[in-house]
């Protein structure tokens, strides 16, 4: 693979760096979702809600843009995937729905029965939300039978396959390490000590995982090895990313939960650059049939459209990145109990 | 069924259920903005109450929409495969600027609106409002970009790419400028402004019948009869304007909306009635010329009518007939409910005739209803194209997905919306129930 520095691999990079937003954002909600079942307390619970409580739904955007522009820059990859996810995604949004509902809703009824069932809710459709999003990952990198009009002729059970599933539980894993270094910054006390000895375990959780994710991606899918064997120097992307995630455990040690939580967000974003990496030029790879598959150039937009929304994204980027730090920073330090929370 | 009628169904259901929540923050924020404005200029303890009360209902409302909202953007992908690639060029860019200039605009301050009183100083706090509100009106602008250019395309050129064509941007300002986007974004802006009006007059009107909170109720109710009445009125201008570029751009939509099908003669305007599509003839209340009279300013100028398009070419006329006049009927009532609150302020009525103060409580239903039957004229008035004269609905849906597929996740929309509508309504009566806080600046603790 030769990189080609022109707008359809821009545009690559930018929807990549929209999705990579997604995951490092949304990545530790789901994560605190995931985590929070593990707490007992009513007030421990309330305290991992609210860790995410002012800016969950601002994460969500990063999605919800990810997949507009996925639209307006490679509409053919977004009809494809997004109809030939169709159970998925579904269910996917139901996930994603009751989630917001279950933050919502489970603080305005003091009665345990109530705040058991959205606790639950909150729980179950966070981690279903992040296997999802892990499955079809997993399906993208593994390839989907495509017929020559970029059509998917496979059905819902075609995509549930061991592979995919793997990446999916590795997406779930990743999260939870990541939402448990973010709610220990968060937090304070016991809640904090206890997050604190989580982590460990979602690391070690996680690397599991992720080693299965590697050894299986080269025996089974080694086509998302090329790139990286062509160019020796990209090498450094996974080396880094192992860096990152061995570097959390000696922050957290000495008592840096923000650095710790820096370097989970640089693993997220590492692998997503791994992956966007090994994938280029192509989006959805077609299997068997190869030549059906998707990339940049086939799947893109006409250049005037990636012109125009280049324009769109030089003036709104910066914005988005000038206010997403506002309220990070507004809403800085531990969380504590107030009457407007969750 | 098959899988495109139970995919319109599951869009306009969706979408459906989706807009009653936009509508609401789009008013609600305007309100807000007013409000916490007066609260920064008077120091008045009252309008800080008001605006601390309103932003609690608007994070309810403002999730209900996000949480629906990501729904429709998923759809055109997975319902309409056929449709997302023929217009993707085009219209994702209206809906990358919605996400990048609108979403993170509002989702980001809402935070600070709902969490920041003690973060923030109360200027940034006022700041943050605007901002959301902001990040309101420009959602509706970019979503109403996309839509009007599905009903009035232009600025594009159809290219052949293998055995398929596409739509791809030629002038971006001419399709975000398409015939038809200021007069429907104008409607929309308005009809989402009557929508908060009437929300607002109606808790209002509900706490002076309980005879509580009177000084947060009354001056919210000024605030709001002085929106509704600039709204309704100015409604009929937009309206108005609207059916005038229908008839020149849309001339089956317009048609459809007075089942007129002679084309040849001079039109009238019914204010009611029903159509018999088989034998072309409506029984109503007809008030001869006047269609013509608003579109061409001749009483006797004919207008096109639905014969001059084949029968595959016309949209369902009753269907369409029916949800515009309901409309329209709904449109004058709210004019003339906003005078009677205007009036009733004037001589006080307003705040003491239990009357007036039940109808203000039931009015909330009305904007909602209007707003929801414009979009249905405006889209089944578009039928039997998805793209207006480019793409059949008939051939935009996903190839891919079958009605099996589609009727399961149709079942469980309407199942889950149910549901989150049975808690919305639910929630929202336990935060007008619990009403205003006394203004101490702490509040209550919620448990």
Redesign the interface.
């Known amino acids: 693979m030769n990189f080609a520095f022109d707008l359809n691999s821009i545009w690559f990079i930018l929807v990549g760096f929209l999705f990579a937003g997604y995951a490092i954002l949304d990545g530790f909600d789901l994560g605190v979702g995931a985590l929070h079942l593990f707490t007992k307390t009513d007030e421990q619970r309330r305290i991992m809600i609210n860790t995410i ?3 969950w ?2 994460n ?2 990063w ?3 990810g ?3 996925l ?6 990859v ?10 998925a ?2 269910l996917l ?2 996930g ?2 009751f989630r ?2 279950a ?3 489970r ?2 009824q ?1 009665m345990k029965r109530w705040r058991q069932f959205w606790d639950i809710s909150f729980s179950v459709s966070s981690i279903f939300s992040g296997l999802l999003i892990g499955v079809a990952l997993g399906n993208i990198a593994w390839g989907m039978p495509l017929n020559s ?1 970029h ?3 496979g059905n ?1 059970w075609t995509l549930i396959h061991p592979y995919a599933v793997l990446v999916g539980i590795t997406t779930v894993a990743l999260f939870m390490t990541h939402g448990a270094i973010y709610a220990a910054m968060k937090t304070e006390g016991e809640l904090n000590k206890k997050l604190k000895g989580w982590i460990n375990r979602t690391i070690i959780f996680f690397v599991i995982c992720y080693a299965t994710t590697t050894m299986a991606t080269l025996i089974y899918v080694p086509h998302m090895a090329d790139n990286i064997k062509d160019n020796p120097v990209l090498f450094i992307i996974p080396v880094l990313n192992m860096l990152a995630i061995a570097n959390i455990p000696r922050e957290i040690h000495h008592g840096r939960e923000f650095r710790a939580f820096l370097s989970s967000c640089a693993a997220v974003a590492l692998l997503l650059a791994l992956f966007g990496i090994e994938m280029y030029p192509d989006l959805i790879l077609s299997n068997p049939a190869a030549a059906n598959s998707l990339n940049i150039y086939n799947g893109a ?2 250049s ?2 990636l012109t ?2 280049l324009i ?2 030089v003036l ?2 910066p ?2 990145i000038a ?2 730090s ?2 990070y920073w ?2 800085r330090g531990k969380v504590k109990l ?4 969750y | 069924m098959d899988a495109v009628l139970l995919s319109r169904i599951q869009f306009g259901l969706t979408a459906g259920f989706h807009y009653i929540f936009p509508v609401l923050s789009i008013g609600l924020g305007m309100f807000l903005v007013i409000m916490e404005g007066m609260y920064l200029r008077t120091k008045d303890k009252v309008y800080h109450s008001m605006t601390r009360f309103w932003v609690k209902i608007f994070g ?1 409302i ?3 929409g ?6 429709l ?2 759809e ?4 309409w ?2 449709y ?2 023929f ?7 209206a ?7 609108s ?3 509002e ?6 609106l ?7 100083s109360p200027r940034m706090h006022f700041i943050s409002t605007v901002l959301v509100a902001l990040g309101a009106h420009f959602s509706a602008i970019w979503i109403v970009v996309a839509n009007s250019w599905q009903q009035t395309p232009a600025g594009y050129h159809i ?1 052949q790419r293998g ?2 064509s ?1 739509a ?3 002038d ?1 300002w001419r399709v975000v400028f398409s015939p038809s986007f200021i007069d429907r974004i104008t409607h929309t802006f308005l009809g989402a402004w009557q929508a908060g009006a009437f929300f607002v007059l109606s808790v209002s009107a509900f706490y002076l019948l309980k005879n509580k909170h009177r000084e947060f109720a009354r001056n919210s109710m000024k605030i709001a009869v002085v929106i509704a009445l600039f709204a309704s009125i100015m409604q009929l201008v937009t309206g108005h304007l609207s059916a005038d570029t229908i008839a020149e751009t849309q001339p089956a939509k317009l048609a459809a909306f007075e089942a007129h099908f002679p084309s040849e003669a001079p039109a009238g305007l019914y204010l009611f009635g029903w159509v018999d599509e088989e034998n072309q003839k409506t029984t109503g209340l007809q008030i001869p010329g006047l269609l013509s009279l608003l579109v061409h300013w001749d009483s006797s100028e004919p207008v096109t009518g639905l014969n001059t398009f084949a029968e595959e070419d016309r949209p369902p006329v009753n269907l369409v007939f029916q949800s515009y006049h309901i409309m329209v009927g709904i449109g004058m009532l709210l004019i003339l409910l906003s005078l009677i609150g205007v009036l009733g302020w004037y001589n006080g009525m307003l705040f003491k005739n239990r009357f007036i103060l039940k109808v203000f409580v039931v009015s909330v239903i009305l904007p909602q209803i209007a707003n929801q039957m414009g979009w249905f004229s405006a889209e089944v008035g578009r039928q039997p194209w998805i793209v207006y004269g480019l793409l059949r609905t008939s051939e935009a849906s ?4 079958d009605a099996g ?1 589609v009727i ?2 149709l079942v ?1 929309f309407g199942i ?1 919306y149910l549901l ?1 509508f049975i ?1 919305f309504i639910y ?1 929202l009566d ?1 935060k007008i129930k619990a009403g205003p806080e006394d203004d101490t600046g ?6």
């Open positions: 409580g002012p800016v739904d601002g969500e955007v999605l919800i843009t997949g507009g522009a639209f307006a820059a490679f509409p053919e977004y009809a494809t995937s997004f109809s030939g996810f169709y159970m995604m579904i949004l139901f994603l729905i917001a509902v933050i919502e809703f603080s305005r003091p009009n059509e998917f002729t819902f937009s006409s005037k459209t125009i929304m769109i994204a709104g980027m914005l988005v206010y997403t506002t309220i507004i809403f107030e009457a407007t929370s | 309810l403002f999730a209900l996000v949480a629906t909202g990501i729904v953007e998923f055109f992908g997975t319902n495969a056929t997302s690639r217009v993707g060029d085009v219209f994702g860019s809906l990358a600027a919605e996400g990048i200039f979403f993170f605009l989702s980001g301050f809402l935070a600070v709902l969490f920041g009183w003690n973060k923030v290219v055995l398929t596409r791809e941007i030629v971006f996903s190839k891919s997905v597929q399961t996740s469980l889950i989150l808690l929630l336990g702490g509040g209550r603790q919620r448990a």
